[in-house]
């Protein structure tokens, strides 16, 4: 039997409940409660600095994969929270489990849904452990709104143009406590103040961008400003002013404001809390502004609330007319690949156009486009025909390296294998069906005798068979479900065995979607370089 084991911690240490303290109480658990299993497969998911508010985690998500695919017998859990703190997503798990006639066991509370009161016993647990998450969110609320009063900037990466710095002071209590506050960087602050300006005055990112690469406008580490990054910095409150303009505004977005009108007086800058949500360590989300705490801080307002009310106006106006960048995907092949010899920037497609049934595309330098030929001038590459070509060249190192002899059988005995499996499949589903329609049979001769015949007895002796069918169509069902093969979808799958190898191959590859081609390069392929003359493709 297949027996999952779920862990997960929020963060990386190796304190407390530690993943593998998890995995061996689970272990230790089922060894000595399991005594009637006797074939233990355990298979270990575990989501370390994953959050139990979500239940958008790869390994949580890969094991509800593997239980809609008849994968897992049972799921066993160190503690119920490891599997989610809310009533509705453990609701919808425990629903899952139950479909798929999957156990489920809490280790160390003990529970088992094979029996009622156990899982009774879970739906409240799972009450309280949503209780217990939602009182610390409030508590977490109430600190945050407390320290938003203060100014005080709360960690974190500061944004361009400032520094964080430590202050010492005695608390209420007289005991020395600690603050960080925004420090001003001031050649840092007027680059933020000119992509105010110029953004205003150009009326698009992509306008901007273009500005600061031909003007050599870097960030503070010497990078170059891109769409995302100069979006990031229009967007901050952090530089808006604490004025009338900017408390009415935000405000207006239904945010908490901890501050009063009269004391937006527009010297200091403005600082939003709870902004974003981290979902997990490389990215986060905005929250909704109705989520954001806006306090005053103990630096000084760079732009005006009006320049910044301005600024988020045509941020929004752009963002709703923009039109959506074609999928480049859909057919470039080694997009992303290829990179500028004169400069090292990636080549990106260009110049897509449609004639007699094929689109046609190039690729072109990323700095040459931003940079309007300033940065670097190199030619374009005919996407087309690289791409025609490269797969040429790839067919015939394949047929050089493989011995496709050896190959072919390989191919035919395991399609010999599919039909037999396909075979006995098919006879076993066909018993099923049959056994299942006669049932349904059964059930509407009974539904058309209690219809039509009004004997006191009918119902006494009949009810009792319906229950029985409707208990046997089921079990026919979950049968059914379970019977599908593995491989059942390769079962389908014709080898055109016929003809030379060296032809099959060319015919496999070139007629593949344009996926399964991309997986091929990438397989392959480790990089290549265009200096405007050739191409250079350096393999694996």
């Known amino acids: 039997m297949n027996i999952a084991i779920y862990v997960r911690k929020s963060k990386f240490t190796d304190k407390g409940e530690s993943i593998d303290n998890q995995i061996q109480y689970c272990k230790t658990y089922g060894d000595s409660h399991l005594l009637h299993i006797p074939d233990k497969n355990y298979i270990i998911y575990e989501d370390e600095g994953f959050s139990a508010a979500t239940s958008m985690r790869p390994k949580f998500q890969q094991l509800l994969q593997d239980i809609n695919a008849h994968k897992i017998q049972m799921l066993m859990c160190y503690r119920l929270d490891r599997i989610t703190r809310k009533v509705s997503d453990f609701s919808k798990t425990l629903e899952l489990l139950e479909q798929r006639n999957v156990g489920f066991i809490s280790a160390t509370e003990n529970f088992d849904t094979s029996t009622p009161m156990g899982k009774a016993m879970i739906y409240i647990a799972s009450v309280f452990a949503q209780l217990e998450r939602e009182t610390t969110a409030e508590r977490v609320r109430d600190n945050m709104l407390a320290l938003s009063k203060t100014g005080r900037w709360l960690g974190g990466l500061p944004p361009m143009g400032y520094t964080s710095k430590e202050t010492i002071y005695l608390g209420s209590d007289f005991r020395e406590k600690k603050l960080y506050q925004l420090i001003p960087v001031e050649k840092d602050l007027k680059t933020v103040s000119l992509l105010f300006d110029k953004y205003l005055e150009l009326g698009s990112l992509s306008a901007v961008e273009s500005f600061c690469l031909i003007n050599g406008i870097t960030t503070q580490k010497g990078g170059c400003f891109y769409k995302s990054s100069i979006a990031n910095i229009l967007e901050n409150p952090t530089y ?62 760079l732009i005006s ?101 050896k190959l072919l059988k390989l191919l035919q005995n395991k399609r010999l294998q599919f039909e037999e499996v396909d075979l006995e499949y098919r006879h076993r589903l066909d018993f099923f069906i049959n056994e299942k329609k006669d049932s349904e049979k059964e059930i509407e001769t009974i539904i058309t005798r209690l219809a039509t015949d009004s004997s006191p007895l009918l119902p006494k002796y009949l009810l009792p068979r319906l229950e029985e069918l409707d208990l ?26 016929t003809g030379s190898f060296p032809d099959l191959l060319k015919t496999i590859i070139k007629t593949s979607e344009l996926p399964q081609k991309k997986e091929l390069i990438n397989a392959l392929i480790k990089n290549i370089d265009w200096d405007g003359h050739q191409a250079s493709v350096t393999f694996f």
């Open 305 to 405: 609330g009006n320049n910044f009310i301005r600024t988020q106006k045509l941020l929004k106006k752009n963002s709703e007319k923009a039109s959506p960048r074609k999928d480049t995907s859909s057919y470039a092949l080694v997009s992303g690949k290829i990179q500028c010899r004169n400069c090292g920037s990636v080549m990106r497609v260009k110049n897509i156009r449609k004639a007699d049934d094929k689109i046609y595309y190039s690729y072109a330098c990323e700095q040459k486009i931003f940079s309007k030929k300033s940065k670097c001038d190199i030619t374009n590459l005919n996407g087309r025909i690289f791409d025609d070509y490269l797969l040429e060249i790839i067919i015939t190192l394949l047929l050089g390296a493989l011995n496709y002899r």
């Open 472 to 497: 046997r169509i089921k079990k026919i069902q979950t049968k059914i479900d379970s019977l599908t093969p593995t491989n059942h979808e390769a079962n389908n799958t014709e080898f055109p065995f």
């Open 240 to 301: 808006c002013t604490g004025d009338a303009a900017s408390y009415d505004y935000f405000s207006s977005l239904g945010c908490c404001i901890t501050f009063s009108r009269e004391e937006f007086n527009g010297f200091s800058g403005i600082l939003c809390y709870n902004r974003t949500s981290q979902q997990n360590k490389t990215s986060r989300n905005k929250r909704p502004p109705n989520q954001w705490v806006v306090a005053l801080g103990k630096h000084k307002g």
